[in-house]
Structures are given as C-alpha cells and as structure tokens.
C-alpha cells in the first residue's frame, strides 16, 4: 500500500513526486507510520528496483494487507492509473486508497464527478466470490459506482479474438442497462496500455469471442473506457472456428450438462450432440445470461422445436417452463448479473426473435409463435460445417439491422 499515517496523524502517500529514496530515508528517521484502517505500525519499503510501499509488522488480520500480497505489477499499474486519473479533465478528486470509515472498504482509487463518486479496484489476482459480493453491495448502498479493472497479465489471450475466462474475470465484468453484450476493461503496467475486450460472447463459460481494443495508457481518456463495439469481422470468424472445433472434437466438451442434452438427443433417435442444428449456435449478446454453453441452452430449445409439428403454435411461456425445468434439474445453469435487470428470460426471448428472423418459427402475436418449419438434424459433418457459415452469415445481416 502507498498510503499511511505519521506519529502526528498526518498522511504520507508514497506516489507524491515529492518523495525521492533520500527523502523517504530521511523521513523514517524521523516518525512512526500507522495503517489507516487497523491503526498498528508499518515497516516503510524503500525500493530502488521496486516501487516504495508500507508493509505490516506482522499478521494483524487487518483487511488492508491484501494489498500487500500484490505484486510489483500491481503496484505499478495502481501508480499509473492514480497518475492517468489526475491528468484527466473534470474529475473533482483522485484518492489513492482512502479508508473509508463507516463503509469499512479501502478501493485502491476512489474518483468523484458531477457529485457522483467512483471506486476503482485494479484487480491483478482471482478475487474471493463473497468479498466481492460484500463490496459490491456496500458501494451499491452508498450510492458509489464500483468500477473493477483487471491486470492484463491475469486473463489468457488465445488469439486475437478469442480468451479464456474465469469465474473472477466474469465478477469484474460490466454488463449494461440495455442490450449490449458484456465487456472487461484491464490495463497492462508493462505495456503501459488499456486492453478492453467488448462485445464479450460466451462460447462455454470460459471460453468467448471478444473485440479486443489497445488504448496506450497516455492517449487514453476515461470516456474511452466505456465505449462498446458491435460483433466483428474477426469475432465472426472465430466463432466460426469454435463451432467446427466443437463439431470435429465434441468429446473434449463433455460435462455432466452435455452429457444430459446428448442422453436426450439419443433418446428421440437425433443422432448426437455433435451434430446439433447450426441454430443451436447462435452468437447473441444476451448468450452471457446462461453459464452453460451456448449449444447446451439453445440445443435445448433447438430440440424442443424439433418435436413440434409445423405450423403448431406455442407461447413463449412454454419455453420459459421447460427451461425453468432443466435449470431446476441441473441440466443448464442460468448466470445472476449483479444490479442488473436482465435475466435469462431476456435471453430466450433475444433467442426466439432471432428464430423467426431466420425464418424457423413465426411470429403470431406478442408471446406468441408457430413453427415454420421442420428443423433438419444432418449427420453429415462437412454439410453442416457449411450450413454453420452459412446460418452465422445470416444471422449477423439481421443483428446489423438491429443496431
Ligand atoms: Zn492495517
């Protein structure tokens, strides 16, 4: 941490230029340093190769020693952004590391604008899900937006547009008011660079498409943190490359989730969960509303479908009760957004709509749908690797009408 207290309660804050190793000798010749949130003494760290810090004495179980966990990286990149906000127009106040007393929380910056604060954690490690929940709520309480930025080094890039995502990554993610996919916003204090995935889309829970924007850190503005983008060229290809990885090594999927869907696929004689119809794969930005796999939710309603005649109707409840039903019986897991309005409900309704622009179902009235036509189970693998360029290529002529 870079924020302490001296032996006359006045506060030292270490990223001040004014402070050179000579100083800071000098200076802990002079007082005691105390920690603004457990109030015992702090070792003063005067780095020459390293960034100067306090550290405690000992184990106190104060909550501010997390910070001391960090690592160089960490206190590197908490440096810059401390830096990069002060340069910024309109905010009212940067802090670094302010305790604040009677919310018990210590966010690493805290920013005011227009009389509304932010707190600002640049997250570099896998953060503990009940934590999180308590700070989330304490800041929603007392009206401060929290705004999380992970350490670009802690979340794995496969390619340009594809990553790989933890449990954490998908805490710190943040999800809008409206119908927008996802985005994380993460800074490299190597590169000295903003790396913001947007337009996130799960493909399983870990795995997602992603636009991926490089902002360096001194031409960015904090505007740019929170722009969108809509699915790109790139996304799309990789998508692609997704669903024929899945159709040739569908095994390498295998949870106790698919291993349900392909039970049930086998059962009413539908060949396999490899060959699922391509519109079981569809790219959505509501996709991030379940935690199962895109082929598993949309698989299941694609095999829902199959059973209907055509032309028979059916309501949206319907398919809001048989999902219910899966979910209830472990067979998909829906993902709860924190402050967020949207539930998965958004997400099979975002699904049937982009059915009957394809031409699957029909829209009769609100709520209300039939069959269009009978869904076709192929078992021919190079037919539908062309059909699933074939239904993306499609289904992205509609989103863009969309937007
Ligand atoms: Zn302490």
Known sequence: ??????QNGKQVNLADRKWTSQKLEQLRKQTVFYCPTCTTELDLKIGTIITSHFAHKKTVGCSAMKS???SEYHRIGKLDLYEWLQSQKDLEHVLLEPYLKELKQRPDLLVSVGGKS???EYQCAAIDGKVMNKRMTTFYNADIEDIWIIGAKAIKRINAASFTLTASHWACARYHESTLAPSIISYCSTQKAF?????IIP???RSVVTNVKKIPLQNALIFDLFTSSSFTKQQQKEWINKMKHYRLYSSRYKTKETGHLNQEI???NLTSIAYLPSYAF?????????????FVWQGWIALYLSELRVHEKFSTQRIYSFLEEKITAGRITSRKVYKINFSHYHAIDSYLITLSRLSVITKIEKNMYSKHRAMYWSQKTEELL???VRIIQNYLVYEKEEV
Not at 1 to 6: H, P, Q, R, S
Not at 195 to 199: P, S, V
Request: hydrophobic share 45%.
């Open 282 to 294: 569809l790219p959505l930005k509501a996709n991030y509303l379940f935690t199962s796999p895109v």
């Open 266 to 268: 086998y059962r009413r």
């Open 203 to 205: 493909f399983t829970n």
């Open 118 to 120: 932010y707190a600002i």
């Open 1 to 6: 941490m870079f924020v302490a207290y001296d």
């Open 68 to 70: 001391e966990a960090e």
């Open 195 to 199: 790396i913001l995935l947007q337009h």
């Open 386 to 388: 062309e059909e699933d």
